[in-house]
């Protein structure tokens, strides 16, 4: 079943990867979305605030990093404010002759975090001791991007080691209740420090120009307003350009730094919002449900619905992982699913395809390429595992010769007889296909074609119009036989005469044979019949001008439409009653 390959196929890259970058584009279509506000969205924890080192901060107090009194002035600074706490997102792993003064200010405001990190080797930097004795806290400021470049993940514990937003709120709650009945959870290393890494998506609130963001200058000559840090988290590092970039969903074109991605840490966890993966069994099991739905779904629906469906269903499937990621924080796979739907149709056309070239082949030689076409639309009411399933109706049987063919295939050669046979085939299959008969078989010179075929006639209308369109093709063919004798004359080539059986009555039709050889045919009484009718002819000559016999129950039926005389009533072999047969003589 396609679906199910389509599952096999999407579960297999999703193990390799091969959807991830699909899936980062999705992720952030999600942020882009919710950011337009086409509904309610969030905006950043208003106790979450950031002193930036930026431009106008390098202009004013020199090349970074600072001075270490700089940040003892920060402190002294902040100290009236009375902020709840401080989180460096700087280095100190280097000795400096002001760290006696740094650590006096850090231990006077008492709620300072400061940064650990690791060199280009994974070597631990060490944090100055003085410094680190005098800290409230310190966190990680670990990060990896995506392949991409955009931070979508936050490392949260290091084995023991808590991030720094962590570390800060350590601080922050030490004296408090949590606040969400989801942060405590996230306040201890998980399995007691025995993971080398617990990462959680970030939910990026918005951008992260609408966090409060104040100069580190700005501070130091008190410009801010001690409202501003009073109860604060209060976040310090790097925005200027170049010192520690970072990407997000929403900061893409111009990158905005690193600080803020402990900012969001903070805001997603003081909210209970950091960002929810579906676990890995559930994103498998949603791939091998969708794959066969989806299959089945559009193999009972016409091209129409199929395009609806191909445009609906990954609507339907966006909208709602939209809606789980606004309201419920939760990070559905995108395009693993909408690639499944769109694996399973492909899958579903391309077997369609393949069996309408199997049918086509199996039908296109033997009657017009209109009727192939309906038996494709329709292909579901006569076909199952791709063979055509076995069916008894009633249907009008015409058998066709050459007369005296073997005396005339003595009189050319094999070059010659080929052409000149197929050349009259073609022509009769023309007539009999123009009037919607179906060519059963060619043998030799032999021709059998069915009227009212492969879809069961059963209302008496249709089967009498099935019977009539075989007289009519008969009358056809003698037309075009005349023209085609002409052109013989002129060829010097020999002429050719016809005869022609027809029966109406019960016949099974479906596919003959195995394996690769496959034919559709027809058995049943009523062709030995018309065979037989088509032997008799070479007796009857006389009122007999389109040499076409028909049985009495072929008469019955065309009779309104066509002249015929009957010829005699003769015992056929396995028939209780006497058949009657009749010589088409022209149309009424």
């Not at 003064?101 to 990190?117: E, F, P, R, T």
């Not at 100069?215 to 130091?220: G, I, R, T």
């Not at 391309?350 to 017009?368: C, G, N, P, V």
């Not at 015992?571 to 009424?588: D, F, P």
Request: glycine share 8%.
């Amino acid at each position: 079943m396609p679906g199910v390959a389509a599952a096999i196929i999407s579960l297999g890259a999703l193990h390799l990867g091969g959807w991830k970058p699909l899936e980062q584009l999705g992720s952030n279509s999600l942020f882009q979305l919710r950011e337009s506000g086409i509904l309610p969205k969030p905006i950043w924890d208003k106790r979450v605030v950031v002193i930036a080192i930026d431009e106008a901060s390098l202009r004013k107090l020199g090349r970074f990093p600072f001075s270490r009194d700089r940040y003892t002035q920060l402190l002294q600074a902040l100290s009236p404010a009375k902020p709840a706490v401080v989180g460096f997102d700087i280095i100190f792993a280097e000795p400096s002759p002001q760290d006696d003064q740094l650590a006096d200010a850090m231990s006077a405001i008492g709620n300072v975090v400061l940064a650990k990190a690791w060199d280009d080797r994974g070597k631990p930097l060490p944090i100055v001791p003085t410094l680190e004795a005098a800290a409230a806290d310190r966190g990680h400021i670990f990060h990896k991007s995506d392949t991409d470049g955009i931070g979508r993940q936050a490392t949260l514990w290091l084995r023991d080691i808590p991030s720094l937003g962590i570390a800060m709120l350590h601080v922050y709650n030490s004296d408090k209740q949590p606040q969400s009945g989801g942060l405590e959870k996230f306040l201890s290393p998980p399995n007691n420090g025995s993971l080398e890494f617990y990462s959680a998506g970030i939910n990026w609130p918005g951008k992260t120009q609408f966090l409060p963001t104040y100069s580190f200058a700005d501070v130091l000559e008190g410009k801010i307003t001690k409202d501003a840090f009073k109860d604060k988290l209060v976040l310090v590092g790097t925005t200027a350009t170049g010192l520690d970039p970072l990407r997000t969903p929403l900061n893409q074109i111009s990158p905005t730094s690193g600080i803020y991605l402990h900012a969001a840490v903070i805001d997603n966890l003081l909210n209970n919002r950091l960002l929810q993966p579906l676990p890995d069994w559930t994103s498998w099991l949603i791939l091998l449900l969708i794959g066969p739905i989806t299959s089945a779904i559009l193999s009972k629906t016409g091209p129409r619905g199929r395009i609806a469906i191909a445009i609906l269903f990954p609507l339907i499937w966006y909208a709602v992982s939209f809606l789980l990621f606004t309201f419920n924080s939760l990070l559905m796979p995108i395009a693993a699913p909408i690639g499944t739907i769109v694996l399973a149709g492909i899958g579903l056309q391309l077997r369609e395809q393949q069996e309408k070239q199997q049918l086509m082949s199996l039908f296109e030689k033997y009657m017009a390429k209109e009727t192939a076409e309906l038996i494709w639309q329709r292909k579901d009411e006569i076909f199952k595992n791709g063979e055509m399933q076995p069916q008894e109706m009633v249907a009008t049987v015409l058998f066709m010769d050459i007369r005296g063919f073997t005396s005339i295939s003595e009189q050319l050669s094999p070059g010659e007889l080929m052409p000149w046979l197929n050349l009259y085939l073609n022509a009769m299959s023309e007539c009999i296909m123009d009037r919607g008969g179906v060519i059963d078989k060619y043998i030799g010179d032999a021709i059998m074609a069915i009227f009212g075929i492969p879809f069961p006639h059963t209302k008496p209308e249709e089967i009498k119009q099935d019977a009539q369109n075989c007289i009519a093709a008969c009358l056809d063919m003698s037309e075009r036989l005349k023209q085609l004798n002409q052109q013989f004359e002129r060829e010097g080539k020999p002429k050719i005469e016809f005869g022609v059986g027809i029966h109406t009555g019960s016949i099974i039709a479906g596919t003959v044979g195995g394996g690769k050889r496959l034919n559709f045919s027809v058995l049943g009484d009523t062709v030995n019949i018309a065979a037989r009718l088509e032997a008799m002819n070479k007796d009857i000559k006389e009122d007999n001008p389109y040499r076409v016999l028909i049985t009495g129950e072929t008469w019955e039926l065309v009779s309104d439409r066509y002249e015929a005389r009957p010829v005699k009533s003769i015992q056929l072999r396995g028939r209780k009653q006497e058949t009657t047969i009749c010589a088409i003589v022209g149309k009424k």
